[in-house]
């Protein structure tokens, strides 16, 4: 897991030249990242929002509890060490799909979403980073939707991983 990580960070900071064999963890890492700056970014991190990125990670990428919890932690000092969004959406635009990255706009609308209510912060950054994925409008406000839909009626998870990393 650490040399996961420390292979995304150097990719990040252009310390390699060529390029690294695929990774399922570093566009994960990436993911949760995003995650965690959404629901801090109103000022309040509660358990609910805690509770609802342990459930993304482990639903979202098929991953058991404890790497869960490992990636979470990984995701929490990477995004303390960010200094802007390009960061990780970078590595989510080069290793993701459409398909995908439209999946991880959904997942932070459903992480906005998390407390209730939708601040204007949290609204403002996934707007960002679905720029940066390259997602549009019409697909932002319809994940908007969806995930407004299933946070006033959650449907059962099935638990299958999402990601789709570019061949």
Known sequence: MFDALKSFISE????TERPSPFEAVDYQLAAAALLVHIASIDGEFDEDEKARIQHLVEIRFGLPPDEARALIQNAFES??????LYRFTSV????LDEDGRKQVIGMLWDMAHADGSVHEFEENVVWRVAELLGVSTRERVELRREAREAMENPPPMDGGPWERPKE
Request: proline share 0%; net charge neutral.
């Open 92 to 95: 989510l635009k080069r290793r």
């Open 12 to 15: 990040l900071t252009g310390e």
């Open 79 to 84: 995004e303390r060490e960010s200094v802007d």
